[in-house]
């Protein structure tokens, strides 16, 4: 079992970070000892599902505390250290979940519990299981085992079967605002610019801002800034659409989705500048010089458009349309627009 830090390691309700509302229905159930049988766990990467599922199977078992993990019994320990028997975590083999996973799972989560109080699963990526291992999991929500919940965890709730999510307690884990992050990094004595590109660079991911390398994200920006520059001037257009739209890389999405959000930092800058004039308040002050520059070159429809055109893209990515067609279908706009 690998966790990330922040995730599971040492840590109670109180050091998940947000998630107010979940972390109150769930302390309220522990304490009414009303746990639903099946939960699922659905929010962006990187914002603490998987942490809270870990407190809640620590919580469970905990031998000290009710509605939380102590962190200290043996049972919280060995929840920690990834080798309490009762507390399994299953995740993809491979791309996919198989049903051989589910039907281990299936033969387990009727017996008794080996040293806790309950059987706890954690179905990480639950999205990627197959068609098979979804109707072998379907089998067990419908007869709920005594001794064992099951959490699933997922970033594609929408492509979990509806027949599952009918029995299970859905919570939902909201990306940590941009704002959040900037502010967490502040308090962990981040520069303040640094730690605004870092949340510019992250949607919502907070695990992933705390884990940047910095000479990554500067080079992401550069690449950026080069499309943005782009697409005002109409140049290397098809570069840039051969570069994403006909990639083949796994990364695509998330790389797409990435350059898209700095590229409409640049958008909103450059709208800020022409609005308000020079010295406005940047999310990018280091580009502040090439920003004035181009600015100039478009109209302020222009970058309002471009800005609806960025967020129709990103909306598309995350409502899981196909990217290679929206990269398409983006770069087309461009091309076809007339600048002034
Ligand atoms: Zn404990």
Redesign the pocket.
């Known amino acids: 079992m690998i966790l990330g830090p922040d995730v599971g390691f040492k840590m109670g309700f109180k050091d998940i970070r947000g998630h107010e509302r979940v972390k109150k229905i769930l302390k309220k159930s522990l304490q009414k000892k009303k746990i639903p049988n099946s939960m699922l766990f659905s929010g962006p990467e990187g914002v603490g599902k998987k942490g809270t599922a870990f407190v809640l199977a ?1 919580a469970i078992n ?4 009710k509605d939380d ?5 043996s ?2 320990k060995a929840i920690d250290a990834g080798n309490h028997p009762d507390v399994m975590e299953i995740q993809p083999d491979g791309e996919v979940i198989k049903i051989e996973q589910m039907r281990t799972l299936r033969q387990i989560a009727y017996l008794k519990p080996m040293v806790g109080k309950k059987r706890i699963f954690i179905v990480d990526e639950a999205e990627k299981m197959t068609e098979e291992a979804a109707n072998s999991l379907l089998k067990i929500l419908e007869e709920p085992p005594l001794f064992s919940y099951i959490i699933l965890v997922t970033q594609n709730p929408y492509l979990i079967t509806s027949t599952i999510k009918s029995r299970c307690q859905i919570l939902n884990f909201p990306p940590v605002s941009r704002q959040d992050i900037e502010k967490i990094l502040i308090d962990r004595g981040y520069e303040e610019e640094k730690a605004r590109v870092i949340s510019l660079f992250v949607q919502g991911n907070l695990n992933k801002a705390l884990n940047l390398d910095w000479d990554e994200v500067q080079a992401k920006r550069e690449q950026a800034w080069e499309l943005f520059h782009s697409l005002i001037t109409k140049e290397n257009l098809p570069f840039y659409l051969r570069n994403y739209a006909f990639s083949h890389r796994a990364l695509v999405k998330e790389d797409w989705e990435q350059v898209m959000e700095l590229v409409s930092s640049f958008c909103r800058d450059s709208i800020l500048v022409k609005e308000k004039g020079k010295g406005s308040l940047l999310m990018n002050p280091d580009y502040e010089e090439k920003i004035n520059k181009a600015e100039r070159m478009v109209s302020l429809d222009w970058l309002m458009s471009c800005l609806r055109k960025i967020d129709h893209a990103v909306y598309g990515l995350r409502k899981n349309l196909n990217v290679n067609l929206l990269i398409s279908a983006f770069f087309a706009h461009f091309k076809e627009w007339d600048y002034v």
């Open positions: 620590k905990c031998e000290q505390k993990a102590c962190d200290a019994c049972s919280c």
